[in-house]
Nanobody, 125 residues
Framework: VQLQASGGGLVQPGDSLTLSCAAS????????AGWFRQAPGKEREFVAG??????????FYADSVKGRFTISRDNAKNTLSLYMNSLKPEDTAVYYC?????????????????WGQGTQVTVSS
């Protein structure tokens, strides 16, 4: 599975931005996916995840983004999205999409097998 993240950019505090992650290769609707981010000088941290269970999915978020970010997926297009609202300067980071066939907790980067290359999000006035 290959992942390609896109959509990053420079925005002002309070703005919205949507990141996309296109999956190719041996993809299917059975995999779980997530977004992580890494700010300069900090460790990579979990942002949002989505599990797929048959005909429905479940989402989960880091407390720091809950209520502001929304993760979604389009199985027909093999894409994962992260809608980010009310962006703050502390959201500035390189954002990575990731995928796995099974997840335990889903908030640890070691649980994910496949990773995209990252897209930069900068929130600044």
């Amino acid at each position: 599975v290959q992942l390609q993240a896109s959509g990053g950019g420079l925005v002002q505090p309070g703005d919205s931005l949507t990141l996309s992650c296109a999956a190719s290769g041996r993809t299917g609707s059975g995999y779980a996916a997530g977004w992580f981010r890494q700010a300069p000088g900090k460790e990579r941290e979990f942002v949002a995840g989505i599990r797929w269970g048959g005909s429905s999915s479940s989402t989960f978020y880091a407390d720091s983004v809950k209520g502001r970010f929304t993760i979604s997926r389009d199985n027909a297009k093999n894409t994962l999205s992260l809608y980010m609202n009310s962006l703050k300067p502390e959201d500035t980071a390189v954002y990575y999409c990731a995928a796995a066939y099974t997840l335990a907790d889903g908030r640890n980067d070691w649980e994910y097998t496949y990773w995209g290359q990252g897209t930069q999000v900068t929130v600044s006035s």
